[in-house]
């Protein structure tokens, strides 16, 4: 079972080293999509005689392995990433070890990283940048197997159950291992020293600054899953830690344990992100903790974390400028996509006068044709007024539809180069990401250095929220909801069901100035208002909605 997403030439190398190891022993090859259908991609893999099973768009790692396993009917689910390249003797030895062990529920075999290109000093002391795995040239027990060679009898899955979508980049193998051992404590797992794989990275995958990338969303996902188990070191001790890596690298003079610098500098910025969540103060968290379509949290900037947010969104800028990423944008957005008719609306207040015609103007500047209409708030809700100017102003007939808050700072050329970026990458429901300096109470949506655009299961219902014409019929006219909140669940439910791409753009950033969540309304009320609407339709939980699937760092 090979999980892949947009990598074809690493998964024909796969292939070709796994399929003439099936015909031999009767196996099937099944290959999960989760870049959604590709032609190319079934073409290749029904080449190699394998079964193409598409997802219709990026929904995770786990959530192909579990497609996987729903979708085969094998005694034993050999799990391997796109990027291996397996040994001849890999399936057979398996298979021998298997019928040898039928106590044994879990298999593995060496990891051995094949870094093509890699050019960086080492001294020898760090481990491997990627994953790997060698404990000698005998079977033994192993702690663990990881995703890129591991299997797993069926009748264990049946009994353990589906890996967790919510882990990403690390901790999922070992978190479902850890459920085998609790349900079944003599469980074992068999490290099989003749089913060994290569673990690939070529070209600009194998250069230092991809695996220092890699490493340091390795170090996050690992603090995330450790603090999950309660198992996460203090914050003085991952500083301790980075700076013997920093250390190791100085006095080593070795270039490759830059790799174990981001890994480390990953871990300590997810726990400072954890931190500044913990030490919100209660008032701010919304509901109950049945809520599960909260975030928890408030976003609300203040203070001196206001002056710290600011500087890192001026770095971000310089970035930005310096690497002429910025400038390259606005050049592409001036040509794409062909004219398109939008129509934005709001709720437009007496106090935000001077913030709603800085954002008219933006707006009116873009080459695209826009239709923009508002309205004073009166007695009504948000969603309320936003149906009122649907009815007097159908959206029927644009390509486009925005929500836009008036509380709002947009960048120069928002619309061109948001809709450029949208329609680049496909997306039906898509927001512009936050500033740093910007109350956001979903993390998810506050912009990431060196990402395009990420796709994402869920969209938030403002400030800024731009729907594509394929979502017209389903989403319009909006509920009837004064605050919204719960609303964009609801949508992330609606998106998984009608396929559409979601996502957050990240080269368009906007900041959320005057106003944080339930600043002008009853928060109870808001939540309230939220659990009455969700009672009897799906949504997608915090948990579900808050993953990254795929990030775009290029268009």
């Known amino acids: 079972m090979i999980p892949t997403r947009a990598r074809l030439p690493y998964l024909e ?171 079944k404590c003599d469980a074992r797992v068999l490290y099989v020293a003749g089913a060994a794989v290569d673990h690939r990275r070529v070209g600009a995958d194998a250069h230092l600054r991809s695996l220092l990338r890699a490493a340091h969303t390795r170090g996050q996902a690992s603090r995330h899953f450790d603090s999950s188990r309660g198992e996460a070191p203090t914050l003085g001790r991952e500083l301790l830690t980075l700076a013997g890596c920093l250390g190791h690298v100085v006095r080593r003079r070795c270039p490759a344990g830059l790799t174990m610098v981001a890994h480390s500098a990953g871990r300590l910025r997810q726990g400072l992100h954890e931190r500044r969540q913990d030490v919100e103060s209660p008032s701010t968290v919304h509901g109950d903790p049945q809520d599960d379509f909260l975030s928890g949290r408030s976003g609300t900037v203040g203070g001196l974390d206001v002056l710290l947010r600011g500087v890192h969104d001026e770095a971000v800028d310089v970035w930005e400028l310096a690497g002429g990423r910025r400038l390259r944008l606005g050049r592409a957005a001036r040509h794409e996509p062909p004219l398109r008719r939008v129509l934005a609306l709001g709720v437009e207040r007496p106090e ?47 390509d486009w539809l925005l929500l836009v808050d008036d509380d709002i700072e947009l960048p120069r050329g928002f619309l061109d180069r948001l809709l450029f970026l949208c329609e680049r990458f496909s997306l039906d429901l898509a927001q512009p990401a936050h500033r740093h300096n910007s109350h956001a109470a979903w993390e998810l949506t506050r912009r990431r250095l060196n990402s395009v655009v990420r796709e994402t299961p869920f969209v ?30 609801h949508w992330a439910a609606l998106a998984r069901e009608h396929s559409w791409r979601c996502g957050v753009v990240d080269a368009v950033a906007i900041r959320h100035r005057a106003a944080p969540a339930a600043a002008a309304y009853s928060r109870e009320a808001a939540v309230a208002e939220a659990r009455a609407f969700l009672t009897e339709r799906p949504y997608l939980s915090a948990r579900e909605s808050q993953r990254t699937l795929t990030t775009h760092r290029r268009w």
């Open 13 to 183: 190398v796969a292939l070709a080293s796994l399929a003439p190891q099936a015909a031999a022993s009767g196996a099937e090859i099944l290959v999960v999509d989760d870049a959604g259908p590709s032609e190319r991609a079934r073409a290749l893999v029904e080449r190699h005689g394998a079964r193409y099973e598409p997802h219709p768009g990026p929904e995770g790692l786990n959530v192909a392995r579990n497609t996987g396993v729903e979708r085969s009917h094998g005694e034993l689910v050999a799990f391997v990433d796109d990027d291996i390249r397996a040994s001849p003797e890999w399936l057979e030895t398996l298979l021998d070890a298997a019928r040898k062990h039928p106590e044994v529920d879990v298999f593995t075999g060496p990891i051995r990283p094949c870094l093509e290109g890699f050019q960086a000093r080492t001294c020898g002391r760090e481990g491997p940048p990627i994953t790997s795995l060698d404990l000698g040239a005998k079977d033994t027990e192993a702690r663990y197997a990881w995703g890129a060679n591991m299997t797993i009898r069926r009748s264990a899955l049946e009994r353990v159950g589906q890996f967790d979508v919510s882990l990403e980049h690390g901790g999922d193998e070992q978190e479902w291992q850890d459920r085998l051992r609790a349900e």
């Open 460 to 489: 938030e219902i403002g400030p800024v929220t731009a729907f594509a014409r394929s979502t017209f019929s389903t989403l319009l006219p909006f509920p009837e909801l004064r605050m919204g909140w719960g609303l964009d669940a």
């Open 352 to 398: 935000r006068r001077v913030l709603a015609k800085e954002i008219r103007a933006e707006l009116e500047r873009s080459r695209h044709d826009v239709e923009l209409h508002t309205c004073p708030p009166g007695e009504w809700g948000k969603f309320e007024n936003v149906n009122r100017l649907l009815a007097a102003h159908p959206a029927d007939g644009h």
